[in-house]
């Protein structure tokens, strides 16, 4: 069955620190991931797609089909990263599959 | 910047009764979608919607679940006869031309069902 796995609900880390935000997927096809942020108050954005492979924000994102993970880093944290981060998986017919979620706590 | 928007931002109901959430997508969309999030677990899939017909349904989106773009703007989520467990944050999508651009995604409405 089709899944992704966020392994960690709340994330803590100092200003400045480096960030890692875990996700695997299960998944038989060609995954096509994403990684969604939602700030407090806001609404879902996009942050970053592996198939455009840029940097968001300081963020990046390296898909790995042989551990199936897509985990999101960040060399050096900053405040206003806090928020709640979504990996998702979309298949061809343009559904998306989320994980659970994982808040980013970013302490000065 | 166009944004997708969603009206209501709340909405409390009884047991029973029927709701309908709409949506604005952003203008030149072709698909459409809508996800749900009852509180302290992940967003879901309900039903994607393009050409006027649905494309994908989840198993949630049973028979008391009903999509439909009326006016060719707004997008609607009806739910015919509402239970306690329908009481979710709703969210609607939208995305360009194909199902591989990037959804962008309505504040949500937050049905409360008692």
């Known amino acids: 069955a089709q899944r992704v796995t966020q392994p960690e609900k709340l994330l803590s880390v100092f200003k400045g620190a480096p960030v890692e935000l875990k996700c695997n997927y299960s998944?038989?096809?060609?995954?096509?991931l994403f990684w969604y942020v939602q700030y407090s108050r806001q609404r879902l954005q996009l942050l970053l797609r592996?198939?455009s492979r840029e940097s968001i924000k300081g963020f990046t994102a390296d898909l790995n089909k042989g551990e199936t993970s897509f985990h999101l880093k960040k060399p050096f944290a900053q405040e206003e990263d806090s928020a709640m981060y979504y990996c998702a998986l979309s298949f061809n017919t343009g559904k998306l599959i989320f994980g659970q979620g994982t808040t980013l706590q970013v302490k000065p | 910047e166009p944004e997708v928007t969603q009206t209501p931002s709340h909405q409390v109901t009884q047991m029973g009764q029927e709701v309908i959430l709409r949506c604005v997508p952003i203008?030149?969309?072709?698909?459409f979608y809508w996800y749900r999030q009852i509180l302290g677990q992940k967003v879901e899939f309900l039903v994607s919607f393009y050409n006027n017909e649905i494309s994908e349904k989840s198993e949630i989106f049973d028979d008391q679940f009903s999509v439909e773009r009326p006016d060719g703007s707004n997008f609607t989520l009806k739910i015919r006869s509402t239970k306690l467990e329908d009481s979710a944050m709703y969210f609607c999508a939208s995305a360009g031309g194909s199902v591989q651009e990037t959804q962008y995604f309505g504040p949500g409405t937050r049905l409360l069902v008692l």
């Open positions: 998944y038989s096809g060609s995954p096509e």
């Open positions: 592996h198939i």
């Open positions: 203008s030149n969309h072709l698909y």
